[in-house]
């Protein structure tokens, strides 16, 4: 029997303002970060929302991707996987899934390598080493194209089910 990575279901990724600063942003005319519950500046109180949302792209490219594999649109979603980790490169979760979305559509070396990079940055990930370790062990060939099972499952709903 072909071993697929194990299924996951990670949540997408809410940025947090737990560091009271604004989620790292600061107003570029008076210098100063909106208070937590805010995203105006205190001073001039200029909308500061774009500046989050470029600093958090990455993420949200990750959310987007995490979307579409759920949808099971695994190509659109290794496409925005891509640009999430191209965008914000420590994000250890948009690594994972796309390693699972790249192995569940057959591409077992962009999956090693995603994989990979998720355990050189968090070597204690716990989806990482078992999605990696399935990847390793599975047949090369065992699956189809479109990412499903050789042999199919009744009752498994979609490839990005597992993602």
Do not use: F
């Not at 925005?80 to 790249?102: C, D, F, I, M, S």
């Amino acid at each position: 029997m072909t071993s697929i990575p194990p299924p996951v279901s990670p949540e997408p990724v809410i940025p947090r303002q737990d560091d009271g600063a604004g989620y790292g942003v600061q107003c570029p005319l008076c210098r100063l970060a909106p208070a937590p519950d805010s995203l105006r500046c205190p001073g001039c109180q200029e909308d500061l929302a774009p500046l989050v949302h470029l600093r958090l792209r990455g993420r949200l490219a990750y959310n987007e991707g995490l979307r579409l594999a759920r949808a099971g649109s695994l190509g659109e979603a290794v496409g925005e996987l891509e640009r999430a980790v191209r965008l914000e490169p420590g994000l250890v979760v948009a690594w994972v899934v796309l390693g699972k979305a790249a192995a569940r559509l057959g591409d077992r070396a962009r999956a090693a390598e995603a994989l990979g990079r998720a355990l050189r940055l968090d070597p204690g990930h716990p989806g990482a080493g078992a999605a990696l370790t399935g990847l390793t062990s599975a047949r090369p060939g065992a699956e189809r194209s479109g990412g499903e099972r050789s042999g199919g499952h009744a009752g498994h709903a979609s490839p990005a089910a597992d993602v």
